[in-house]
């Protein structure tokens, strides 16, 4: 069986494809200027310095490329961002707009011909629009309109569990606080969001072990580490502003453990174009090593760390292990131990791809280091054993003590800005009993308990006719998530899509029956919602919580705020139903927080706490006093099997992954320009080993194609094979491109991840 092929859409811009070579650093001169000239070229030279000013300022706008966090108020530069923050900022403050003729002049049929890159580029948003049953065309409706069109529908269904909730991490607290109140009250916990394809693995392997699915580090925690590993991370392109981080820990002496298939230019060296040394090329050396590991060796890498720790403390008891820590604050130690002893070091190489004196050399590291700051991200967390991994990372921090103790700690770094405050509000699928009692005593009524629909399930349910009505706050579904032909026809299957967004996307293309676009206010512009300035609240990566607030006039007078939209939906749905101050809250945002206030934990007196400069931090009993919150009241030691996947002959693991012009599925423009890649998307770096054996040359073009034991052939066409430096077997792409792969299937064990970062697949001549 095969499902049909997507007739790739590609940019007339792909025909000039170069590729050149491999940058050894990220930043520098070329950042400032790249930002500058796009930010310039979206939204002319005043609007540029406006907005770029207040960038991560106390008074000004939390950016929405990264949920890195701020450094404290008065260590803040005048220029507190990074290259890829100014993309974001210049792709929302665009000139161009995307209004009624657009849509008159575009059929929904000539937008699927579409490139997301070409669909975005095109504006912003201006005002609602329907694509009514059997329409060819999206037409302009008025607010209250669409408002009735969702309520209708919504209150036809048979059941509340026949709706799905989606957020993409960029909505503000308020928003979700709110989203996930309406979907509550309705009467269903499918709360599907972008979290579920992201750091699902971090939040499930920390919860189980540390009792709360959060990092355990702040800022100056990383500045005072003596050892700092980046696993499955590129910090260059992703995280610009943790280089900075980075920076200042080396100068306070730390080392750095790299661990990663490909040499990312972001983990060797850093320009800072903040300082001299940075803008002249001199920089900082970052990676003091690096080990090429081969995709998802990771597992098994952690464990031979284990073994060499027990057997360097067997050598010199009491200089390795933190028994006191281990002793007062840990359980399921000796079964961890014994476990780790009987290690196949075989296995480990075969898995890992690394010499054992190589793995010596940085357990080393390991352990001449008393403050040890673990990071990792998307390389770590989308494999189908990511929260065996992470718990893996655990299991040596715990041996250590490295939790709880300032420069050292757990520090999984997120993706969309606020994908954590989402959570903690709320958006989850599988919202804890807790949480849904506070809720319900605060707001009169009875919450659903059943638990919800995931991203994955909520395509199945679609596609299996379970689901009817999708509403997406923010983000783009369709592109986002795994096996786009499967998810592109589930959400064709529903009754209703809408789409509270700022820029058109695949998702606005791929429509239900009826389907509906929202057009809301970006971070950077002025929410004047109920006739008065509003702000929003956001929390980072490292737990901080703090106010933002636009500046920017918005890109049509028609635009509405997400939480005025979300009270739009909920008082055109549930009417009077229950005692719920809709309007109350879609006037004055402190409402809203008087009542997070109230309901999640960590938040009391949340409306006054984010009137302090900088915000505030959320409690985090692991970090602040060593207790954990686990069910037994102990951090837990865990056992994992390491398993080597073996791929048949001929086939490669694909790992998905972004280029430096993207956030996400927004594709800013078509370079790579740290892996030498220009003017094109759809290329593969693969080994000169893997070239060599299978018979191709760099600069072939090869159709990719993706066999799973469901027996469906999947496959996406036209890609150029890049030589590049990444092991033997392992092979990238970028995303979103290569997402119609990825069976909806294939998942990470216990959290439900699509394995972005393992697919395998053949080449075919194209
Ligand atoms: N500019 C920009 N910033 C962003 C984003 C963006 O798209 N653009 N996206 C945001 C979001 S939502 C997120 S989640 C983050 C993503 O941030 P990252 O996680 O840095 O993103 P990816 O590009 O997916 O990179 C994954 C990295 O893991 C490595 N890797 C892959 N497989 C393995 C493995 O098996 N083991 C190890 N050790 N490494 C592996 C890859 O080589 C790559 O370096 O960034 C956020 N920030
Ligand atoms: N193959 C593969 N797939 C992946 C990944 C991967 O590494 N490989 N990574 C996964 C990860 S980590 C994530 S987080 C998801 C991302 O999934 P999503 O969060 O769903 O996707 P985005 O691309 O971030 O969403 C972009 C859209 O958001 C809308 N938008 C932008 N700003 C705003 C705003 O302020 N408000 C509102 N309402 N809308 C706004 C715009 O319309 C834009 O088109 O993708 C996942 N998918
Ligand atoms: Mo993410």
């Known amino acids: 069986m095969s499902t049909p092929p997507i007739d790739p859409p590609v940019d007339a811009e792909e025909a000039n494809l170069a590729v050149g070579k491999q940058k050894r650093a990220a930043a520098g001169l ?103 049953p059997g329409g060819t065309h999206y037409e302009p409706l008025s607010w209250e309109d669409a408002f009735s069109i969702i309520g209708a529908e919504l209150t036809a269904l048979d059941s509340p569990d026949e709706a799905l909730f989606y957020t993409s991490g960029r909505a503000s607290n308020e928003a979700a606080f709110v989203y996930q109140l309406f979907a509550r009250a309705f009467g269903t916990n499918n709360l599907p969001d972008c979290s579920n394809m992201c750091h699902e693995s971090t939040s499930v392997g920390l919860a189980e072990t540390i009792g709360i699915g959060k990092g355990s580090v702040s800022l100056q925690d990383l ?147 008393k403050r040890t700051v673990h990071c990792w991200a998307m390389g770590i967390t989308q494999h189908r054993n990511a929260v065996a991994t992470i718990k893996e990372f655990v299991n040596v921090a715990l041996f250590q003590g490295m939790i709880g103790k300032p420069g050292a700690g757990l520090c999984p770094v997120r993706g969309h800005s606020n994908v954590q405050g989402d959570r903690t509000m709320g958006i989850w699928e599988k919202a804890p009993d807790t949480f849904l009692d506070a809720l319900g005593a605060e707001f009169g009524f009875e919450p659903p308990r059943e638990h919800g629909h995931d991203a994955v399930a909520s395509v199945q349910a679609l596609r299996d006719g379970r689901a009817k009505v999708f509403i997406g706050l923010g983000g783009n579904f369709v592109a986002a998530m795994s096996d786009t032909a499967v998810t592109e026809a589930a959400m064709r299957k529903a009754s209703l899509t809408v789409h509270v967004s700022t820029k058109l996307n695949r998702s606005h293309v791929t429509t239900g029956r009826t389907a509906l676009i929202l057009p809301t206010l970006g971070r950077t512009e002025r929410d004047l919602t109920g006739g008065r300035e509003q702000r929003v609240t956001v929390e980072d990566s490292m737990s901080a919580v703090h106010a933002s607030r636009g500046r920017a006039t918005p890109a049509s007078p028609m635009l509405r705020s997400e939480v005025d939209i979300i009270c739009g939906i909920a008082r055109a749905t549930l009417g009077e139903r229950h005692d719920i101050p809709w309007a109350e809250f879609a ?180």
């Open 223 to 369: 500045h005072e580490a003596e050892l700092i590993v980046i696993s499955g991370q590129n910090p260059g392109t992703n995280h610009p502003r943790m280089l900075s981080a980075l920076e200042i820990a080396k100068k306070n002496g730390a080392k750095i453990l790299a661990i990663n298939p490909l040499r990312e230019a972001g983990l060797l060296k850093f320009d800072n174009p903040q300082n001299a040394r940075g803008l002249t090329g001199l920089g900082t050396d970052l990676a003091d090593r690096f080990l090429q590991i081969r995709s998802d060796g990771d597992l098994a890498l952690w464990q031979a760390f284990g073994l060499l720790l027990l057997e360097a403390e067997d050598r010199t008891p009491g200089t390795v292990a933190d028994r006191d820590f281990i002793s007062r604050h840990t359980l399921g130690y000796t079964e961890w131990e014994k476990n780790v002893r009987n290690l196949d070091k075989q296995k480990v190489l075969e898995a890992t791809g690394l010499e054992w004196s190589e793995i010596e050399a940085a357990a080393d590291m390991l352990l001449a280091s």
């Open 30 to 132: 070329p950042a400032v200027r790249v930002s500058l000239t796009r930010a310039v070229r979206q939204m002319g030279v005043a609007k540029t310095a406006r907005n770029l000013l207040k960038l991560n300022q106390a008074e000004g706008f939390d950016c929405m490329s990264c949920a890195w966090p701020d450094p404290s108020p008065e260590h803040r530069h005048t220029a507190e961002f990074c290259e890829n923050g100014a993309k974001a900022v210049a792709w929302e403050g665009t000139r161009s707009r995307v209004d009624r003729e657009f849509f008159r002049a575009h059929p929904v049929s000539d937008l699927q011909t579409r490139t997301e890159y070409w669909l975005e580029k095109q504006g912003r948003l201006t005002e609602p629009m329907v694509r009514r």
């Open 587 to 766: 006037q004055d945002y402190d409402a809203i927080r008087r009542r997070i206030g109230r309901v999640v934990p960590g938040c009391e007196a949340y409306a006054d706490k984010i009137e302090l400069r900088g915000g505030f931090v959320l409690p985090h009993p692991p970090r602040d006093t060593r207790t954990f919150p686990t069910k037994e009241k102990k951090a837990i030691f865990s056992v994992s099997p390491v398993e080597v996947t073996s791929v048949p002959e001929g086939r490669l693991v694909l790992q998905t992954l972004r280029s430096h012009d993207q956030f996400n599925t927004t594709i800013y423009g078509l370079d790579d320009r740290y892996r030498g890649i220009h003017s094109g998307r759809r290329v593969v770096f693969v080994s000169a080993a893997d070239l060599n054996e299978l018979g191709f040359r760099d600069g072939d073009t090869v159709n990719l194609v993706s066999e799973w034991e469901d027996g469906v052939t999947r496959r996406a066409d036209a890609f150029r094979l890049v030589e590049y430096s990444t092991p033997k077997g392992c092979i990238a792409a970028y995303y979103p491109e290569t997402n119609p792969l990825i069976p909806l299937e294939s998942q990470a064990i216990a959290s439900g991840t699509p394995t972005s970062k393992w697919v395998v697949v053949r080449f075919e001549r194209a």
